[in-house]
């Protein structure tokens, strides 16, 4: 099984809400990932969790705040967002294990599509 | 830096091969891999390759990496309507706590009856 899944599907919200993005798999994976993604172009990594540590963060503005309470689940909290946030925001996970350099392949969830108004 | 470069169109009738290519950067060993990405979807992992192979075939898959050139392609096989989408080429760059994806653009194939 190398199911990650995201929830929800779709979310519109105004630009003083917070609301939050899921993702979660049960492949015991170590190192999840964050994405965003406009359309027609290829992911833009946000951030890293290895360990549930977080241990990429690519320089991504403060009202994304990222969250691993454990090594099955992935949280991205979104508080002020503006419009050109609008995309898709996809969640990977890979097998983290740094000597086999193999599991690192990542598997990517069905995103969650986003609208700011 | 690394980078992984696709052109960015390709259209061809049902039933004939699709050739898609890729090139990048990186010297170093690494994982090259190839995702699908159809309309509203995530990326589906279609296949991956070690720096140190010539090639890999997976049903309908063949992917060829010419390391000296840095070149890697996919070809699909007796094309169908499905294939439709959007085929991203990415590169493996380790780091001390793992790795990262570096993607090209994004090839879209249309696939015509």
């Known amino acids: 099984d190398t199911e990650v899944t995201q929830t929800p599907k779709h979310l519109v919200m105004g630009m003083t809400n917070k609301k939050s993005l899921k993702c979660e798999q049960h492949?015991?994976?170590?190192?999840m990932y964050w994405y965003k993604q406009k359309a027609k172009k290829p992911p833009e990594l946000m951030f890293v969790?290895?360990?549930?540590?977080?241990?990429i963060n690519e320089s991504v503005p403060s009202r994304f705040s990222p969250e691993c309470p454990n090594s099955s689940l992935l949280n991205l909290h979104l508080h002020a967002l503006q419009p050109e946030d609008s995309a898709l925001y996809l969640c990977?996970?890979?097998?983290?294990?740094?000597?086999?350099?193999?599991?690192?392949?990542?598997?990517f969830g069905p995103g969650t599509r986003l609208l700011v108004l | 830096g690394e980078d992984v470069e696709q052109s960015l169109f390709l259209s061809v009738r049902e039933g004939d091969s699709s050739v898609i290519n890729c090139t990048y950067t990186?010297?170093?060993?690494?994982?090259l891999y190839w995702y699908k990405q159809e309309p509203g979807a995530g990326l589906q992992l279609l296949t991956y390759?070690?720096?140190?192979?010539d090639m890999k075939q997976d049903q309908r898959l063949t992917v060829l990496l010419n390391k000296k050139d840095k070149h890697l392609s996919l070809r699909i096989a007796d094309t169908q309507t499905g294939d439709s989408a959007i085929y991203f080429c990415?590169?493996?760059?380790?780091?001390?706590?793992?790795?990262?994806?570096?993607f090209g653009q994004g090839t879209e194939l249309s696939v015509k009856p």
């Open positions: 969790y290895s360990y549930e540590k977080l241990s």
């Open positions: 990977a996970s890979s097998q983290g294990t740094v000597t086999d350099r193999g599991g690192e392949t990542q598997y």
């Open positions: 990186d010297s170093s060993s690494t994982y």
């Open positions: 390759i070690f720096s140190n192979m």
């Open positions: 492949m015991g994976h170590r190192a």
């Open positions: 990415a590169e493996m760059v380790f780091y001390n706590q793992g790795g990262k994806l570096i």
